[in-house]
């Protein structure tokens, strides 16, 4: 029987490969895991965390202008030190890549500094060192990317706004994705004059649409300059900063100009088909329902593979793999009812199907949904208002659609999506007591159905 160095190799140090190779050590497997860069992959160093907290950052702007109705009266107004965030935001992004060293250190993981590259199925090589493994699993994650267009070269992607120098008073966003609505509001938020190109008539593809609709008129009346079915032709550098020519004709000027337009599988440079692994037409490694590649011994997890580019469902992922080499088999994972949230202000939460999507696959559905003015906003003269939207499968009363745009969305959204999952009913709902006076409740009061 042939021998080999480690029993799982590890390519990229995310969310999902940590906890790939931690899990995997902790079932007593000998586990090397190579990266390149620090530990956490995007969604430490320059995703989930770090956007949340300038989130977080961008929203005590709109609490200093809300605390006026409440009686609160402050000389001057508050003045962002941008250079104090991002170093607080560096500072606590070092200690989870040290966290995520502990853990693998914890697992006895073997880490490898360096670019991964395959020589065979089971052979990897990082930098002049060659190791065999019984398993390889790929977990590189995704990139952004941008389109080909003249001056392309002017512009940034997502990874870069943070340690933006100095800070963008006029900035453009391009793209109408999740990553690219967070960032027109953060930096809305934060006080920079932000305009927001969609190509599409709509913002968030893949959420509802009553949702989208909603977010949409919040943004704009937030501050947000948003235009529907605008895009770059070329972009050139001006005197005091960038110039976007757009394709209808329109010019819009920025400092800083960053294209949120997708992200890509991350296998460029991996020497995937020295181990014959089949991809699809965008890099991405492709996989079984067991994230087993072409390649018996090579598996491939989160965005370099997924369906559904969420970091926890990479970290579930992971587990399904860990279960199925040195566990008992047993774990498998069911995508219907993930719950999932957008940062923008306000949040957006959502968890099972759209309306359209229901009404395909359940056929007749019953929608109930509200907007209205929050109790905070009674007094903080703020304008800003909340929707929330349930789907009803009528058949069987089961709720299959749960969708919210307001404070704290997120938080709201996980807790109902336990229930989702459970198999809750509308007469569950509403035989729930609702906590009051909060937003959640209107989720388990709502008790007219829209009509037609």
């Known amino acids: 029987m042939r021998t080999f160095d480690f029993d799982l190799f590890v390519i990229g140090g995310g969310s999902g490969g940590v906890r790939a190779a931690r899990m995997a050590g902790q079932h007593g497997a000998r586990v090397a895991l190579a990266e390149c860069a620090e530990l956490g992959g995007t969604c430490v160093n320059v995703g989930c965390i770090p956007k949340k907290l300038y989130s977080y950052a961008a929203g005590y702007a709109q609490a200093f202008e809300e605390a006026a109705g409440f009686g609160w009266k402050a000389a001057g107004k508050p003045k962002l030190d941008w250079p104090l965030l991002k170093a607080n935001r560096a500072r606590e992004i070092r200690r989870l890549n040290g966290v995520y060293a502990s853990l693998l250190d914890a697992g006895s993981v073997t880490l490898l500094q360096g670019w991964a590259q395959f020589v065979d199925a089971h052979t990897v090589r990082v930098g002049d060192s060659s190791y065999t ?7 590189t994650g995704g990139m952004p990317f941008v389109p080909e267009l003249p001056g392309r070269e002017h512009v940034v992607v997502s990874d870069a706004m943070f340690d933006l120098d100095p800070f963008p008073r006029r900035l453009l966003v391009v793209g109408g994705g999740y990553i690219a609505c967070e960032f027109a509001s953060i930096f809305n938020g934060l006080d920079s004059k932000v305009t927001h190109l969609c190509r599409n008539a709509h913002l968030l593809n893949g959420f509802d649409e009553d949702l989208r609709v909603f977010l949409a008129r919040e943004m704009i009346g937030a501050g947000v300059d948003l235009r529907f079915n605008s895009e770059i032709a070329t972009i050139r550098k001006i005197e005091g900063g960038l110039c976007a020519n757009l394709a209808r004709g329109q010019r819009v000027e920025a400092d800083v100009i960053l294209f949120a337009t997708g992200r890509a599988p991350n296998t460029q440079g991996l020497n995937l088909e020295a181990a014959g692994i089949a991809t699809h037409d965008n890099g991405a490694v492709i996989v079984d329902a067991d994230y087993r590649s072409s390649i018996a011994s090579v598996y491939a997890v989160g965005d370099v593979s997924t369906r559904q580019q969420l970091t926890p469902v990479a970290l579930a992922e992971a587990m399904v793999v860990v279960d199925a080499l040195f566990g008992k088999g047993k774990r498998h ?9 957008v940062f923008t202000h306000p949040h957006v939460g959502s968890c099972g199907y759209t309306e359209a999507a229901a009404r395909m696959k359940f056929g007749q559905v019953t929608i109930y949904s509200n907007e209205f003015k929050p109790l905070r906003h009674t007094l903080s003269q703020s304008s800003e208002r909340t929707f929330m939207k349930l789907v009803v499968d009528r058949a ?13 969305a997120g938080e709201i959204v996980q807790g109902f999506a336990v229930a989702m999952r459970a198999g ?24 007219e159905p829209n009509m037609g």
């Open 424 to 447: 809750a009913t509308k007469a569950m709902f509403d035989r729930t007591i609702g906590v009051h006076p909060t937003i959640a409740e209107e989720f388990v009061t709502m008790r």
């Open 333 to 341: 994972l069911d995508y219907e009812f993930t719950p999932t949230a």
């Open 396 to 408: 069987s009363d089961r709720v299959v659609g749960l969708h919210m745009v307001g404070p704290e």
């Open 133 to 139: 493994a019984r398993n390889v699993l790929i977990a």
